[in-house]
């Protein structure tokens, strides 16, 4: 893979727009809140891990030194009772979903490693992770009552990328110029953009916003 393709966007911080017409102080604030990781207050320690662990499996961050914060989010969403007002009728609440299905990755880990989730090399993980996904379960009882293709797909994938492209470090990666508050985007149409996007590309020797 072409350095260009993988890395369309090298160079482009979204942060360079924080004192543009791009960004009020109430987008700024907002920006604040997502660079501040919250404490742990939901999860158990050992829980902690586990969450952890399974989102350096999801979003791998070997190029950072520190990576992009995402189980505290998660935790402090779970602690305050916040989603997004619908599950599917198969679906435990969040809460319990959350700590059952991080339970019963640990003992998918203990049944075929005899090492808990968090205690796995990578490629270890990641084959636990695919069985799952397969419905090749080692301990069912684990599971019991949590559908488990579905917590990861619907519940740990979709929380864990959401919640990193809401970061400014995940929007610079994508080239996307954050939250359009209070400048807008006007040009909408494909292959259209405005000057204080990032133009794909080698961004470094791109126009700057003004």
């Not at 508050?181 to 006007?186: A, C, E, L, M, Q």
Request: proline letters at 10%; glycine letters at 8%.
């Amino acid at each position: 893979m072409s350095d260009e393709f993988s890395a369309p966007y090298r160079g482009y911080d979204v942060l360079g727009k924080w004192d543009t017409p791009s960004f009020n102080d109430q987008t700024r604030q907002v920006l604040r809140d997502r660079m501040t990781p919250p404490p742990r207050r939901f999860f158990t320690q050992a829980e902690w891990r586990v969450l952890e662990a399974l989102c350096a499996r999801v979003i791998p961050q070997p190029e950072r030194e520190e990576p992009v914060a995402i189980a505290p989010f998660i935790d402090t969403d779970l602690y305050h009772n916040r989603g997004t007002g619908t599950r599917r009728a198969d679906m435990p609440p969040p809460a319990a979903a959350w700590r059952q299905g991080l339970a019963a990755l640990d003992a998918e880990a203990q049944a075929r490693h005899g090492c808990g989730f968090a205690d796995l090399d990578g490629p270890a993980a990641d084959a636990i992770l695919k069985a799952v996904d397969d419905g090749d379960l080692t301990d069912k009882a684990a599971w019991d009552g949590l559908p488990a293709q579905r917590f990861l797909r619907d519940t740990v994938l979709k929380t864990i990328v959401s919640i990193y492209y809401s970061q400014p470090q995940g929007m610079s990666e994508i080239g996307y110029g954050g939250p359009a508050s209070p400048r807008g985007y006007v040009r909408l149409g494909a292959d259209r953009i405005d000057r204080w996007e990032a133009p794909y590309g080698n961004w470094p020797d791109s126009p700057q916003e003004t």
